[in-house]
């Protein structure tokens, strides 16, 4: 478990973080880790670096997240799918993400992936979903056309749903982006928990 609580690149929501990346000119701070405390709009979340304290903006977003199967991927789902390219084109899935419908079209794309440089990131709508003998066949379509993605049984495959400060309470698995202030300080606009003991990215 303490492997998981790492600072690592939050890749299945990276994408939602761009605008404000890009806004404040600054890298933000990727964390990963448990909740130690809650104090108001403040989150103390222990990670294997140490005790980071981390402030919600008035209007943060809270996503649960939860791994699922692959089966559970259905037509109509808008999802971010990390992937390496195959011979005959098509993408073979490391890890697929599922968003709600309150995300639908952000960030809409294919290009590179941050967190592989030999793959792909594929933001789109599932327009087909079908088993085939190497697992979920997927063809994902996004503003400027689509992609054929296999998502083989070893794909890490997790939904986001909408929810609220609740889930933030000691002891719960959370990951994040926030960026520094001034005063040393970090703030964040979205935080992931997750659910069933999944740690999130």
Not at 58 to 79: C, H, Q, T
Not at 160 to 189: I, M, W
Request: aromatic content about 4%.
């Amino acid at each position: 478990m303490q492997a998981k609580m790492t600072v690592r690149v939050l890749t299945g929501f990276a994408f939602l973080f761009a605008a404000l990346c890009a806004s404040a000119q600054q890298q933000p701070a990727r964390l990963a880790g448990t909740i130690e405390g809650v104090d108001g709009a403040t989150l103390t979340i222990k990670t294997a670096q140490g005790t980071t304290k981390v402030k919600l903006t008035d209007n943060a977003r809270i996503l649960g997240a939860e791994k699922i199967g692959m089966a559970d991927i259905k037509k109509g789902d808008f999802v971010g799918v990390g992937a390496m390219p195959q011979a005959d084109g098509s993408q073979r899935a490391v890890q697929v993400s599922i968003f709600p419908e309150s995300q639908r079209g952000q960030g809409e794309r294919h290009g590179p992936w941050s967190s592989n440089p030999n793959g792909t990131m594929t933001n789109g709508t599932v327009d087909t979903a079908v088993v085939s003998v190497d697992g979920q066949v997927l063809t994902v379509k996004y503003k400027d056309g689509e992609k054929k993605i296999i998502v083989p049984p070893e794909a890490s495959v997790v939904r986001y749903t909408d929810s609220d400060r609740s889930e933030l309470k000691p002891g719960a698995l959370v990951a994040l982006s926030s960026l520094p202030q001034p005063d040393g300080s970090f703030e964040t606009l979205r935080v992931n928990v997750g659910r069933g003991g999944y740690a999130p990215q």
